[in-house]
C-alpha cells in the first residue's frame, strides 16, 4: 500500500479538461468524430504527465508520472512523441534564458545536452503496447496485471482508440470479446487504483454491418454500436466531448462541471502539441 501512496499524482494532470482534477478509479473518455483532435489531446496529456515538474531549477510543468500507452489504431509515433517533449523543454528553458539573457554559444549547447538528458528520462517512464485484435487487447490486459504489481509507479494508462475493433467485431461476431475487454480494463482499474483516459471515435449506430452466417456466408444485419459500448459507458465516470469547428484547425471540447454546467473550451495544434484559444 505505501508503494502505491508514494507514486506521483496525476490530479493537476489538465486543469482545462478536468478543472475537478484526476483521481483514481476515474475512467475518462475523450469522444467525437474522426478529425476532431481527440488523439492530439491524448498524446499532449502524455507529454504533460511524463515531463518533469522542473529542469535545472526551471520550472516544467511535468508530472513525472509513468504511463502505460495502449496504441490500437497502429498511429502512435515514437518519434513525434520525441520531438513534442523537446518542443516543450525548449519552450520553457529558451523562456528561462530570455529573462536571464544568457545566449552564449557554450550556453546553448549545455542547454541541448540537458534537453537531450531530460527526453531519455520521460521515455524511461513511458511504456507502449500496441494490440491488433480485440483477442489481442484482451490477452494484453490480462498480462497487464503482472506488469503493474511489478511496477506500481504506473499511475496512469491511455488507450486511443477504445472503438476501434467495432467492425472487426462485428463482422466475426465476436462482439463478446469486447465486453471481455472492458471488464479486465475494470478489473486493473480498480485493483491498481489507475486513472484510465481513452478515445473513442463516434459509430453510427444505423450503420449497416456484415456478419458470418453459420455456412460462413455473408449476410447484412443492423448493429447498434450502443449495444456494443455499453459496457464501456458503464465504467466510464467522465466524458469530454470533442467537434472541429468552422474554423480551420481550431476544435472544441466540451466540459461539463461539478454543476451540470457545460464549459466549451477551443484549442488548436501547434507544434508544440495543443494551445488553448479564446
Request: one cysteine or more; charged letters at 20%; aromatic letters at 6%.
Amino acid at each position: 500500500m505505501a508503494r502505491l501512496i508514494n507514486r506521483p499524482s496525476v490530479y493537476h494532470l489538465d486543469e482545462v479538461l478536468f478543472p475537478d482534477g484526476m483521481e483514481p478509479g476515474h475512467v475518462v473518455e475523450l469522444s467525437g468524430e474522426d478529425g476532431t483532435g481527440k488523439s492530439q489531446y491524448l498524446l499532449y496529456l502524455l507529454v504533460t504527465a511524463i515531463l518533469p515538474a522542473a529542469v535545472s531549477d526551471v520550472e516544467i510543468g511535468g508530472l513525472n508520472a509513468e504511463v502505460l500507452f495502449i496504441d490500437i489504431k497502429y498511429t502512435f509515433n515514437v518519434l513525434h512523441l520525441v520531438a513534442l517533449l523537446e518542443q516543450r523543454l525548449s519552450a520553457a528553458l529558451k523562456a528561462d534564458d530570455i529573462s536571464t539573457a544568457k545566449k552564449s554559444a557554450t550556453e546553448d549547447a549545455e542547454s541541448e545536452d540537458v534537453i537531450e538528458s531530460a527526453v531519455r528520462q520521460c521515455l524511461s517512464r513511458f511504456y507502449l503496447v500496441r494490440c491488433s485484435s480485440s483477442s489481442q487487447l484482451a490477452v494484453t490486459l490480462c498480462s497487464l496485471e503482472s506488469v503493474l504489481a511489478a511496477k506500481p509507479s504506473i499511475r496512469l494508462v491511455m488507450l486511443d482508440d477504445i472503438s476501434a475493433f467495432y467492425h472487426m467485431d462485428v463482422f466475426t461476431n465476436t462482439e463478446s470479446r469486447f465486453s471481455l475487454c472492458v471488464s479486465l480494463l475494470k478489473k486493473l482499474v480498480c485493483t491498481r487504483q489507475l486513472v484510465l483516459i481513452a478515445t473513442r471515435t463516434h459509430i453510427d449506430v444505423a450503420n449497416q454491418a456484415f456478419k458470418r452466417d453459420a455456412g460462413g456466408k455473408s449476410k447484412c444485419s443492423s448493429v447498434a454500436g450502443n449495444a456494443y459500448l455499453s459496457a464501456w459507458r458503464q465504467l466510464r465516470t467522465h466524458r469530454r466531448t470533442f467537434v472541429k469547428t468552422g474554423s480551420s484547425n481550431i476544435f472544441s471540447v466540451t466540459i461539463k462541471s461539478a454543476n451540470d454546467n457545460n464549459i466549451q473550451v477551443n484549442f488548436t495544434v501547434v507544434e508544440a502539441g495543443v494551445k488553448i484559444v479564446s
